[in-house]
């Protein structure tokens, strides 16, 4: 579990997250669709002008980061809507509203929502059912038109304001949350090495539950690219061209690998320093070159892509700190016959994170 100060830090960075720029802009941005949909709805003709409150309603579900979520959540906003109004105007016209007929809506509705035609208005499937027949009463007609014009005035102004203040492509974002990622898998890493020669067995654990959640840190750095990817689309910024996220994408299916490895390499440790089932005894006389070696290999997950003569260094300084590692661990299995042992894992490990690096020059 992660330590007290881990929650801390995991606090802090949701509420930064809150109150970047983009958020910000797209907070202003819901307010201004909101305040022109309140300014219009009064001015609607006919029986609509009595449902005001519908249209900041509609501009607030249409309001999403990118131009084609706005459209898409719009439109299965109310598409769910006039399904559900129908649902319930087929009773009025029937049976009309009564004890049974409401309850027997709202599951049709329910039902229907599930079907996977509606999208983000699949809620609106039921509740615009029950609407019309418990609000609107004996005026379910007037009602539901007022009902679903305001809707989609609403909706109309938060697509025109989300088109006028065009959204901002998250390309840079995302590609910086996949450096993050890159970073801490290195710190990770480091991590490794320093607990390992600071004594053995290591007396430091924090490296363990850090592990743990990199395949969370995987999956939202995924997340960012995938919402980077929706941004482009529709987007009139993205249309020369100047924000391809495939170099993006080839980096971080690169990282994810290398976490996995990464991962292994600290169950494989855990799994020996606390007598784990499975665990293998590892030679106290790997824990320096063993330390040498993650350190090696670390600093060159950051220089991921760089061609300078510093990197080429780097990589080089690994690739021999790995190869003496190997020798240690060749050495050991020879003088002791026993070939198995995290040793051998760990060095495999390395070895493969030195050969992605490379497949991605």
Not at 54 to 70: I, N, R, V
Not at 344 to 355: A, P
């Amino acid at each position: 579990m992660p330590t007290s100060s881990g929650q801390r830090g995991e606090r802090f960075e949701s509420l930064r997250n809150a109150f970047r720029s983009a958020r910000l802009l797209f907070a202003a941005k819901a307010a201004l669709a909101v305040g022109i949909a309140w300014a219009l709805a009064p001015h609607m003709p006919g029986v609509t002008d009595e449902y005001p409150y519908y249209a900041p309603l509609g501009a607030l579900l249409s309001m999403y980061p990118t131009l084609m979520e706005s459209a898409r959540s719009g439109l299965q906003t109310l598409f769910g809507l006039v399904v559900g109004i129908a649902l319930a105007l087929i009773v009025v016209a029937t049976v009309g509203p009564n004890w049974w007929t409401i309850p027997v809506v709202a599951g049709i509705g329910v039902l229907l929502s599930g079907t996977g035609w509606f999208g983000v208005g699949k809620e609106y499937v039921p509740i615009a059912a029950l609407f019309v027949l418990i609000i609107g009463g004996q005026n379910s007609e007037d009602y539901s038109l007022g009902y679903v014009s305001q809707m989609a005035v609403g909706v109309a102004v938060g697509l025109a304001v989300n088109l006028l203040i065009v959204p901002r492509v998250l390309t840079g974002v995302a590609a910086a949350r996949v450096d993050s990622f890159g970073g801490q898998l290195a710190r990770h890493l480091h991590e490794v090495g320093e607990a390992v020669s600071e004594s053995w067995p290591p007396e430091r654990d924090e490296w363990v539950r850090d592990a743990a959640a990199l395949a969370d840190t995987s999956r939202e750095v995924r997340q960012a690219l995938d919402e980077a990817d929706a941004s482009r689309k529709g987007n009139p910024r993205a249309m020369r061209g100047r924000y391809d996220t495939s170099d993006v994408h080839d980096r971080l299916e690169a990282l994810e690998l290398i976490a996995v490895r990464i991962r292994d390499i600290s169950e494989a440790l855990a799994d020996t320093i606390w007598e784990r089932p499975g665990g293998l005894g590892l030679n106290p006389a790997l824990a320096q070159p063993l330390s040498e070696a993650c350190h090696r290999v670390a600093d060159c997950i950051p220089q991921d892509g760089d061609d300078g003569a510093d990197a080429h260094r780097t990589r080089e300084s690994a690739a021999r700190a790995v190869r003496l590692l190997l020798e240690e661990v060749n050495r050991l299995a020879v003088s002791s016959g026993q070939a198995i042992g995290p040793g051998v894992l760990i060095c495999m490990h390395l070895r493969r994170i030195l050969l992605l690096l490379r497949a991605r020059e």
